[in-house]
């Protein structure tokens, strides 16, 4: 399986970054603002996928200065993108050759929803944010969730693998061992969180989860506190990587928490990979997670366990992909 993700050794102040229409002229001393600089409106999301995701999210933020619908309709681009296979019905399946889907989104009001283990559906964000306007449960999973979808009108999409992933898991069944393989594309959920003019916050989440998992396994995308988290108060945070790891240390409700007691987006991720490394010491060289922060302020922050995870962010006068930095160098 080829790793996608080669590109990350090229310069951020080189073909990653791309400006805006309009703003070519813009002075290059901006790009060496720190992670600290505070930033709003802002949209962030993680890995490459994140680029395209962003431009719709602030499309749909300039037109509707709606963060909750820009944080849907970000991800909903990943969910169709054929060259993705960890998001989206076109993702690696599981064990039995079914892909399954996960998702959360989040208001910085505390109001979210989510699905878990739920198939058939093309946008499984779209889904969970049914769960949180239109019932009084936080997550619905498996038959229900897909009961729910096909009462609320979704269409139910025919359970094939794409050619991609069809391919792939032949390939799977010769040997049918499972190992995680830290950032190549078989656990690179988006994650998307987002600011406001108006302070508003919000974040969405969605996967297709571990490629080969057993069937039924469910990570910490559709966990609300695990794969992410959102405070108006104080900030918002999202995951992605191995979810068994972030799942152990409720990594995004943790980050928001430590900013909530005065540390920045970018210390504040730094002790969530901290202490993630030393709750899975004994496997930590493969496992790959990353994680991605916002506070009230539009300060941000990001960090690894390994090399590898890059995040997408969008902001009125640039966007870029940028290196997060890592625990292990």
């Given at each position: 399986?080829s790793?996608r993700?080669?590109?990350?050794?090229?310069?951020?102040?080189?073909?990653?970054l791309?400006?805006?229409?309009?703003?070519?002229?813009?002075s290059?001393?901006?790009?060496?603002?720190?992670l600290?600089?505070?930033?709003k409106?802002?949209?962030?999301?993680?890995?490459?996928?994140g680029?395209?995701?962003?431009?719709?999210?602030?499309?749909?933020?300039?037109?509707?200065?709606?963060?909750?619908?820009a944080v849907?309709?970000g991800v909903?681009?990943?969910?169709?993108?054929?060259?993705?296979?960890?998001?989206?019905?076109?993702?690696?399946?599981?064990?039995?050759?079914?892909?399954?889907?996960?998702a959360?989104?989040m208001?910085?009001?505390?109001?979210?929803?989510?699905?878990?283990?739920?198939?058939?559906?093309?946008?499984?964000?779209?889904?969970?944010?049914?769960?949180?306007?239109e019932?009084?449960?936080?997550?619905?999973?498996?038959?229900?969730?897909?009961?729910?979808?096909?009462?609320q009108?979704?269409?139910m999409?025919?359970?094939?693998?794409?050619?991609?992933?069809?391919?792939?898991?032949?390939?799977?069944?010769i040997?049918?061992?499972?190992?995680?393989?830290?950032?190549?594309?078989?656990?690179?959920?988006?994650?998307?969180?987002?600011?406001?003019?108006?302070?508003?916050?919000?974040?969405?989440?969605?996967?297709?989860?571990?490629?080969?998992?057993?069937?039924?396994?469910?990570?910490?995308?559709?966990?609300?506190?695990?794969?992410?988290?959102?405070?108006?108060?104080?900030g918002?945070?999202?995951?992605?990587?191995?979810?068994e790891?972030?799942?152990?240390?409720?990594?995004?409700f943790?980050?928001?928490?430590?900013?909530?007691?005065?540390?920045t987006?970018?210390?504040?991720?730094e002790?969530?990979?901290?202490?993630?490394?030393?709750?899975n010491?004994?496997?930590?060289?493969d496992?790959?997670?990353?994680?991605?922060?916002?506070?009230?302020?539009g300060?941000y922050?990001?960090?690894?366990?390994?090399?590898?995870?890059?995040?997408?962010?969008?902001?009125?006068?640039?966007?870029?992909?940028?290196?997060?930095?890592?625990?292990f160098?």
């Amino acid at each position: 399986m080829s790793n996608r993700r080669s590109f990350l050794k090229k310069s951020l102040l080189g073909s990653s970054l791309i400006l805006p229409s309009g703003l070519a002229s813009a002075s290059a001393s901006f790009f060496k603002k720190s992670l600290s600089e505070k930033q709003k409106p802002l949209i962030l999301s993680t890995w490459e996928h994140g680029m395209p995701a962003n431009d719709r999210a602030w499309e749909v933020l300039m037109q509707s200065d709606n963060i909750v619908d820009a944080v849907e309709e970000g991800v909903k681009v990943t969910e169709l993108d054929m060259d993705n296979l960890s998001v989206g019905l076109q993702g690696l399946p599981d064990r039995e050759g079914i892909p399954t889907l996960d998702a959360s989104i989040m208001k910085g009001d505390g109001s979210c929803g989510t699905v878990a283990f739920v198939r058939q559906v093309r946008h499984p964000i779209s889904l969970a944010r049914k769960v949180m306007d239109e019932t009084p449960h936080v997550m619905l999973a498996g038959e229900g969730a897909r009961q729910f979808a096909i009462a609320q009108g979704f269409p139910m999409e025919e359970e094939t693998l794409s050619p991609r992933a069809e391919e792939m898991y032949q390939e799977w069944k010769i040997e049918s061992k499972y190992k995680p393989i830290i950032n190549i594309e078989n656990h690179d959920t988006i994650g998307m969180i987002g600011i406001g003019a108006d302070g508003k916050m919000a974040g969405s989440c969605t996967t297709s989860g571990l490629a080969f998992k057993m069937h039924g396994r469910v990570g910490d995308s559709p966990i609300i506190g695990a794969g992410l988290y959102v405070d108006d108060e104080v900030g918002a945070a999202t995951a992605t990587g191995l979810g068994e790891s972030i799942i152990r240390i409720c990594g995004s409700f943790l980050i928001v928490e430590l900013m909530r007691q005065g540390r920045t987006p970018q210390e504040a991720c730094e002790e969530a990979v901290k202490r993630l490394v030393a709750k899975n010491s004994k496997d930590i060289k493969d496992i790959q997670a990353g994680f991605l922060a916002v506070n009230k302020d539009g300060e941000y922050g990001a960090y690894a366990v390994h090399p590898g995870f890059n995040f997408a962010k969008h902001h009125q006068t640039d966007k870029s992909l940028v290196d997060s930095k890592s625990w292990f160098k």
